[in-house]
Nanobody
Framework: QVQLVESGGGLVQVGGSLRLSCAVS????????MGWFRQAPGKEREIVAH????????WYADSVKGRLTISRDNGKNTGYLQMSDLKPEDTAVYYC????????????????WGQGTQVTVSS
């Protein structure tokens, strides 16, 4: 059974930092890409970053470039999203995901999602 468990969210002030984690089990994590998505109240879920299976190739949405860093530790079956210089518009529930299709510059979300972790940025 595939499971994804996010952690690390919380309440932070503008300009602050958080590191989200996504622990993956029941899946050959090291052979596959992964992505982070977010969903703000009243908005559709959007992708913010994805990373190749080896970690050597990353992609970011324009809105988070230079502030969020995606990484992974295949030995721990865990992905990370380091968030810095946070803004109120980063407030959302953050989800990790395993893709149904992936290639450089393309990510199609799969059916496996975590429960999400809330990030709230206060001004």
């Amino acid at each position: 059974q595939v499971q994804l468990v996010e952690s690390g969210g919380g309440l932070v002030q503008v300009g602050g930092s958080l590191r989200l984690s996504c622990a993956v089990s029941g899946y050959t994590f090291s052979n596959n890409a992964m992505g982070w998505f977010r969903q703000a109240p009243g908005k559709e879920r959007e992708i913010v970053a994805h990373i190749s299976h080896s970690g050597s190739i990353t992609w970011y949405a324009d809105s988070v470039k230079g502030r969020l860093t995606i990484s992974r530790d295949n030995g721990k079956n865990t992905g990370y999203l380091q968030m810095s210089d946070l803004k109120p518009e980063d407030t959302a529930v953050y989800y990790c995901n395993l893709p149904r299709a992936y290639r450089i510059g393309y990510y199609a979300p799969g059916d496996y999602w975590g429960q999400g972790t809330q990030v709230t940025v206060s001004s």
